[in-house]
């Protein structure tokens, strides 16, 4: 039993690293549109850190599921409360992934713009490990919790659906179409904390305060500056985004799982 964990582990790391560069290729472009809408007063977010931060999560996903129950009948509680867990776990990678992307993202293409690795070296040097690389840790944290709760359950209701039609082969549009309801569900669980962590994240010098104060003086900040939709603002690139990119996450993790359990039969 527990080799077949093992094995089960790694088949979903590998497979969570190949949705991760399936999100990255379809859902760049919207993406820097999304964080730049949020941000606004050449480059790519890096395809290893996305892939890896998928792996911990679809990794972490499987791992708590067996915490939440050991029978595989679960109900879509039980997939949320697994997935609320494993966005917690996810936010360890996805931090400092997050910090990155948006720092370069918000970089208009001016000859003075810096290199991933120089915005790193200047983090590093200027903040250190836990207020420059771990920026924004604790209100990513926050963000994962509702997000991949909304991202599995939605995900698995549509998936269950599907199956009362087509069994449990589903057709790969099928996939596709429940990886998208997953994604919108993902943002609309989450949305105006990812604002917060995009602000703080961009921002000159690091927050202060507890996590609670900081999150809660900038979510009053953006009300005082751009009213509510203030907190919305971006979403609409958002949700444009994750019908691709959610979508083509979720089916090629699930086709290179089945593949990955055909061929070590775990």
């Not at 890096?46 to 067996?66: D, H, I, Q, T």
């Not at 679960?74 to 776990?89: D, N, S, V, Y």
């Not at 900040?221 to 691709?244: N, T, Y």
């Given at each position: 039993?527990?080799?077949?964990?093992?094995?089960?582990?790694?088949?979903?790391?590998?497979?969570g690293s190949?949705g991760?560069?399936?999100?990255?290729?379809?859902g760049?472009p919207?993406?820097?549109?999304?964080?730049?809408a949020q941000?606004?007063p050449s480059?790519?977010?890096?395809?290893?850190?996305?892939?890896?931060?998928?792996?911990?999560?679809?990794?972490?996903?499987?791992?708590?599921?067996?915490i939440?129950?050991?029978y595989p009948?679960?109900?879509?509680?039980e997939i949320?409360l697994?997935g609320?867990m494993a966005g917690a776990a996810?936010?360890?990678?996805?931090?400092?992934v997050?910090?990155?992307?948006?720092r370069?993202q918000?970089?208009?293409?001016?000859?003075?713009d810096k290199?991933?690795r120089a915005?790193?070296?200047?983090m590093?040097?200027?903040?250190g490990?836990?207020?420059?690389?771990?920026r924004?840790?604790?209100?990513t944290v926050?963000?994962?919790i509702?997000a991949?709760?909304?991202f599995?359950?939605?995900?698995?209701f549509?998936?269950?659906?599907?199956?009362?039609?087509?069994?449990?082969?589903?057709?790969v549009w099928?996939?596709?179409?429940s990886?998208?309801t997953?994604?919108?569900a993902?943002?609309?669980?989450?949305?105006?904390?990812?604002?917060?962590k995009?602000?703080?994240?961009?921002?000159?010098?690091p927050?202060?305060?507890?996590?609670v104060q900081?999150i809660?003086?900038e979510?009053?900040?953006?009300?005082?500056e751009?009213?509510?939709?203030?907190?919305?603002?971006?979403l609409s690139?958002?949700?444009?985004r994750?019908i691709?990119?959610?979508?083509?996450t979720?089916?090629a993790?699930?086709?290179?799982?089945e593949?990955l359990?055909?061929v070590t039969?775990?």
């Amino acid at each position: 039993m527990g080799t077949n964990h093992t094995q089960a582990t790694i088949n979903e790391l590998l497979a969570g690293s190949v949705g991760g560069a399936a999100q990255v290729l379809v859902g760049q472009p919207l993406d820097t549109i999304k964080t730049r809408a949020q941000i606004a007063p050449s480059m790519l977010s890096p395809l290893l850190g996305v892939a890896g931060v998928n792996s911990l999560l679809f990794a972490s996903y499987a791992l708590s599921k067996r915490i939440v129950s050991p029978y595989p009948d679960k109900t879509l509680k039980e997939i949320a409360l697994a997935g609320a867990m494993a966005g917690a776990a996810n936010a360890v990678l996805a931090s400092p992934v997050e910090m990155f992307k948006v720092r370069m993202q918000g970089q208009y293409g001016d000859k003075s713009d810096k290199r991933l690795r120089a915005v790193f070296t200047d983090m590093w040097r200027e903040y250190g490990f836990r207020k420059g690389i771990m920026r924004g840790y604790w209100v990513t944290v926050v963000r994962e919790i509702p997000a991949y709760a909304g991202f599995y359950s939605a995900f698995e209701f549509s998936k269950r659906n599907f199956r009362k039609h087509y069994g449990d082969n589903l057709p790969v549009w099928a996939l596709l179409a429940s990886g998208s309801t997953g994604g919108i569900a993902y943002w609309l669980a989450c949305y105006p904390l990812d604002v917060v962590k995009s602000r703080i994240q961009l921002r000159q010098t690091p927050p202060t305060g507890t996590p609670v104060q900081y999150i809660a003086s900038e979510l009053k900040a953006i009300v005082q500056e751009s009213g509510p939709k203030g907190l919305l603002r971006g979403l609409s690139p958002s949700l444009l985004r994750s019908i691709p990119a959610a979508a083509s996450t979720f089916a090629a993790f699930e086709l290179t799982r089945e593949y990955l359990a055909s061929v070590t039969g775990v």
